[in-house]
């Protein structure tokens, strides 16, 4: 059975800091492409970023250089720094792991990331 579980959200003071975590089980980790989504109260989900199976990494225009994604595929996990956040990046925050060739698409349930003074 496949679970990707979400951790490390919570409330931050604009240009604080935080690390999202995405622990995943019940699949080959390293054949998928593994993102982070995010979706703003009244806004539809938006890609933040994602790091491809072959290790290539892309961002949205809005988080280039303030957010990294990386892995541990040891521990099966994909992280999201998220440094000099800002009010915008107020969001619920969705793992995903994705693999066209096997048409498969995982979802966690989500972390919520408040930043606000």
């Known amino acids: 059975q496949v679970h990707l579980v979400e951790s490390g959200g919570g409330l931050v003071q604009p240009g604080g800091s935080l690390r999202l975590s995405c622990a995943a089980s019940?699949?080959?980790?390293?054949?998928?492409?593994m993102s982070w989504y995010r979706q703003a109260p009244g806004k539809e989900r938006e890609l933040v970023a994602t790091t491809s199976a072959g290790g290539g990494t892309n961002y949205a225009d809005s988080v280039k250089g303030r957010f990294t994604i990386s892995t541990n595929n040891a521990e099966n996990t994909v992280y999201l720094q998220m440094n000099s956040l800002k009010s915008e990046d107020t969001a619920l925050y969705y793992c995903?792991?994705?693999?066209?060739?096997?048409?498969?698409?995982?979802w966690g349930k989500g972390t919520l990331v408040i930043v606000s003074s």
């Open positions: 995903n792991a994705g693999n066209n060739v096997l048409r498969r698409d995982y």
């Open positions: 019940g699949f080959t980790f390293i054949a998928y492409a």
